[in-house]
């Protein structure tokens, strides 16, 4: 049988119990309520009865006519009351029995009333009395077997109704408790049953079947659960082989990659973010770092213990390091400047990159660092620098000797020339120039690599050698009828650190710069920023721009725009490098911003001391 079919037969059946007992009550108040009115009748007979007592009468005997006005009223009104509709059988035998004796009483009292006025012949007055009390003692009697009958039927009525929703509730308690009995068995066991099942399920035994034997919807929810747990165990059986697998191939492919990191020949440490622990480095950033801590070594000062040096051998703070400032801005980060000593105590110069791993939500969770043993790089370098170094100051001597003999030549101290050959020297004389320039370039180049540049940095007022460069150069600017707008600032500039001749270099260059690579009828402007901290000199052109792709490389050496190779092919890339180390030297920096075809920007700022 079907659970749903169980449940309702229990709810028919009680419902219909529910109905007989309210049919059973309802029929029970019916006959309370006439039994109740026969009662009420009775008691108004008896009450009426008793006001007809012979004793009430005796009160009025000095006068007949009282009397029987009293006798005739409370006799009509037991009249009344008898002809009230009695409904229990016995109770209207009763009634009759009292219309006759009332009737009797009746008589015997007319009998009185006319002995005393004198109307019969001479009878005893007492004799009539002793009728009519005997009379009214026998509807007396009657009435109170009349109230009896009435209460007996109340009472039996009560007990009748009582005694039926007694035993109609025993059988509907016997009938729910079985019903009860039988739903626990049939619905909730085998529910708690399948619920221990999913529990055990759950637990992770899938081999688990219920073996629930009911042929209802719980039979089929248990077998149905049954074939799930089947096919699930299949399923995980399945998804166990092919996680094992995947997992050995992941193990092999980790392996793989953890033996390509480390025989690649750039050492690779990846930290923890936000401290900083060392989760891995390769043997390649081992043997440079100078590892003697261990690869597995969970260690925050790791790197820290690793003893970095600069250049010229003094500490390296850990604060100035890649990996921290990465740390800290959340950016790549790239040095080159950095010294170690590897496993074999030998000195290492490294190039530093770090780099932020975010993951998807954009949270900083690594840092990956790449360290690249640029030792070899430098020695060539080195070489270049020392070649470049040679060759310049062996050019220098000839060009002066060259340069001094054009201007003996052209003054005509050796004696008058042809005027070609007068142009002819000139042009000779500007190529002689631009050589002498592109020399010193060269040596200032090999100078700041070895750092045996000088120039004496003093605290001076950066105005008047700005407005010296902007004569400099303001020739070439009218030949291309650029125009040169220096922007007065809103206070006086503060003083700062710099060394004379090589700043008004920087500042020529990059005007120069600005209006050779600037188009026809342009502009060049010059502006200030300055705070309590920080100067900041602002030199903006509407020239041809800078490429994005080559902004990170401008201040390179030898590196030059795609752009501006097409536009002024002469040229050593080496301008801005020098800019950009001067700049540095005095503890300031230089950066731009551009847009290709529109305007550059230059920002070269200093700390106000």
Sequence with gaps: MKIRTKLEISTLTVFIGALIIGAVLFLSAQQINKATEDNKISIEI?????????????????????????????????TQILRAQFRNPQGRIVIENIRQNQQDMQAFFH?????????????????????ILLKWQSLLDEA????????SEIEATERSTNSFIFIFIGILGVFVVTTSFLVRKSVIEPI???????????????????NIAVHDEIGELANAFNVMAAKLSGFYESLEEKVKMRSEEIIEKNALLQSIIDNIPIGVALVK??????????QTG???LGDTLGREQNDSHYLAQCNFLKED??????????????????????QDNIIVRDINGTKVALRVTSAPVKNAQGELTSIVTLFEDITEKRQIENMKNQFLFFAAHQLRTPLGSIRWNLEMLLKGEIGVLPELAVDSLKQIEECNQRMIKRVNELLDVSMIEEGKWEDLAVLTDVMPIIEDAVKEVSIDAKVKNISIVLKPPSTPLPKIVIGLKRFE?????????AIKFNQQDGKVTISFHQDNKKLQIIITDTGIGIPRDDQSKIFSKFFRAKNALLTETEGTGLGLFIIKSYIEKWGGKISLKSQEGKYTTYYLEFQIP
């Design 192 to 210: 708690a049953r399948l619920y221990d099942g999913v529990k055990i399920i759950g637990d992770g035994n899938l081999k688990y079947r219920n």
């Design 505 to 513: 270099q920087a500042i020529i260059t990059i005007l120069s710069n």
């Design 273 to 282: 973010a936000p401290k900083g622990e060392l989760l891995m480095v390769n």
């Design 313 to 334: 051998e003094t500490p390296y703070s850990f604060e100035e390091f890649p990996i921290y400032l990465a740390l800290k801005n959340q950016e790549i980060i790239t």
């Design 46 to 78: 008896l009450q009426k009865i008793t006001q007809l007592s012979p004793a009430e009468f005796n009160n009025f005997a000095n006068s007949t006519e009282l009397m029987e006005w009293q006798w005739s009223s409370k006799n009509t009104a037991l």
């Design 144 to 151: 109170f077997s009349l109230n009896r009958i009435s209460q």
């Design 111 to 131: 009998q009185l009333i006319q002995l005393k006025k004198g109307l019969v012949p001479e009878v005893s007055e007492q004799n009539l009395q002793d009728k």
């Design 286 to 288: 081992a043997h440079l």
